[in-house]
């Protein structure tokens, strides 16, 4: 072979070689290839481990949520879902929960492998996004300001913001602007800011995939009772409709939601600083389904028969009880002070006679179950048969079998007069004074009427015009008839020991 051919030949082995090697070449250079296994996941933003499985639950996963709202405006919600678990250690992060949730009373366990998922550590992040939070969280840092004018369109400034105190202050190059009429663009939104209050734990999974249960206590779920009485034309039957009043600004909505109400006072050791939050409420009339009673503990226990959605800044009513034909009385009193009796007191001519309705919560009167503590308001018709509002009253938790007296006013048509006629000292702390009192009727028909004279100390009634009932230690009461478009006069003497 002569020497040209022989440098072709080694050519061409050089080019077979250098193509040969160019693949490994190429993949000398290659990044190094991720490891192969499960996905690594940093932590989130709350001071879990460093590296752990993540897996979050919203709203989208609940299967059922039950609410039981308590007096003082404390409810204890009960939260299922369904979550996808991996095993061995994972971050849970749980959303969509209550703005006031008090997060030293959640409790988190699994209902389809009790012992298999442990909790390890446990935090509540509810430092909420808001335009204020953002703006704050960008201070020192860069930010563009957008403006737009009908004249030159668009414009876009990058801008570092210095300050929000009483106001934005940017720089722009070189120059300081006070506020900017357009608007900020932030480049991302902070890593330690959330759009919803959540609770995140740290678990120990040993099982598979758990239907869950959270529980907790909140506030901003409160209830009260209301109750619409109409008292017929003779003023001796009434029939009543109790309601539950519902209000919710806990930050959050219940959606079909098993509820229950709990009257009575538990006591609730109170917290020094509690997030409270309002908002505006829409009455709203729910179907008028009866609430089933029952005892629990020392308090009684409402239910509602079907589930309701509870929404937030929400007011909801829902049915309690209904009940009609009971028997009331109408009471006219009027009432004396204690501090009539130790001294010279001026003529009254004009006291205010008050008119109460009483009625017992029996089940000889249609009714006879616990009442809880509401507004009653007493409705009754006018001659055109419309009815008008008579007055209303806050009764307290009444259970049955006691009775019922609801303040509704002052009588227009019924006038007292109260003048001392005689007063002494007879010794040290002791006083004889003596009482002439005119009540008169200028109603259609005759009346009864409860001269209540309160006194303290020791006292003696030396004489009178009327029988009295001693009701307690420091009450006397004379009970007498006022006939229609006439007087009756009350007179007695008292002696007493301050």
């Not at 709203?59 to 879902?81: E, H, K, P, S, W």
């Not at 095993?87 to 992060?93: A, F, K, M, T, V």
């Not at 600004?249 to 509820?259: D, R």
């Not at 616990?370 to 409705?379: A, E, K, N, T």
Request: aromatic share 6%; charged share 25%.
């Amino acid at each position: 072979m002569n020497e040209p051919q022989l440098e072709t030949t080694m050519g061409k082995v050089a080019l077979v070689v250098l193509l040969m090697l160019l693949p490994c070449a190429l993949l000398a250079q290659q990044p190094e290839a991720a490891p192969t296994g499960p996905l690594q996941i940093p932590r989130l933003n709350n001071p879990v481990a460093e590296s752990v499985y993540r897996a979050e639950s919203t709203i989208a996963d609940q299967t059922d949520v039950a609410v039981t709202i308590y007096n003082n405006n404390l409810a204890l919600v009960r939260d299922r879902r369904k979550t996808v678990l991996m095993p061995g250690e994972i971050s849970l992060r749980f959303s969509d929960v209550s703005q006031q949730i008090r997060p030293e009373t959640v409790s988190l366990r699994s209902l389809t492998e009790p012992d298999a998922l442990r909790i390890i550590e446990q935090n509540y992040e509810f430092d909420l996004m808001s335009p204020a939070k953002l703006m704050e969280k960008y201070v020192g840092k860069d930010v563009r300001l957008v403006n737009f004018s009908t004249e030159i369109g668009f414009t876009e400034k990058d801008a570092r913001l210095l300050s929000i105190n009483e106001g934005p202050i940017y720089q722009i190059d070189r120059d300081i602007y006070l506020g900017h009429p357009g608007t900020v663009a932030l480049p991302e939104i902070p890593a330690n800011l959330i759009a919803k209050p959540s609770l995140i734990w740290l678990l120990q999974n040993e099982g598979t995939d758990h239907d869950i249960e959270v529980s907790y206590l909140t506030g901003g779920l409160g209830w009260q009772a209301d109750y619409v009485l109409t008292l017929n034309r003779e003023e001796t039957l009434m029939d009543i409709e109790g309601w539950v009043t519902l209000t919710n600004s806990s930050g959050a909505q219940y959606t079909k939601a098993l509820l229950k109400v709990v009257a009575g006072e538990v006591n609730v050791v109170p917290e020094p600083e509690r997030r409270m939050r309002g908002g505006g409420a829409m009455m709203k009339a729910a179907a008028a389904d009866g609430m089933r009673e029952e005892t629990f503990a020392e308090y009684h226990l409402y239910t509602l028969p079907r589930r309701t959605t509870i929404k937030q800044n929400e007011s909801k009513q829902v049915s309690l009880l209904t009940a009609s034909g009971i028997g009331v009385t109408k009471i006219y009193e009027l009432r004396g002070n204690e501090g009539y009796y130790a001294r010279r007191i001026p003529p009254q001519p004009e006291q205010s006679v008050t008119v109460f309705l009483k009625f017992a919560n029996k089940q000889e009167n249609q009714l006879g179950m616990p009442l809880p503590g509401g507004v009653m308001r007493v409705y009754q018709e006018d001659q055109e048969g419309m009815l008008q509002f008579a007055g209303e009253d806050r009764i307290k938790h009444t259970p049955k079998d006691e009775d019922v007296r609801l303040k509704l006013g002052n009588a227009f048509d019924v006038v007292g007069e109260r003048i001392q006629t005689d007063w002494s000292r007879i010794a040290d702390n002791v006083y004889e004074s003596e009482y002439k009192i005119t009540l008169r009727n200028h109603k259609e028909q005759d009346i009864q009427v409860d001269v209540v004279e309160p006194m303290r100390g020791d006292w003696r009634i030396l004489s009178k015009s009327h029988e009295f009932v001693k009701r307690d230690a420091r009450t006397a009461v004379f009970t007498v008839p006022v006939p229609k478009d006439g007087e009756t006069v009350v007179t007695y003497r008292v002696q007493v020991r301050a």
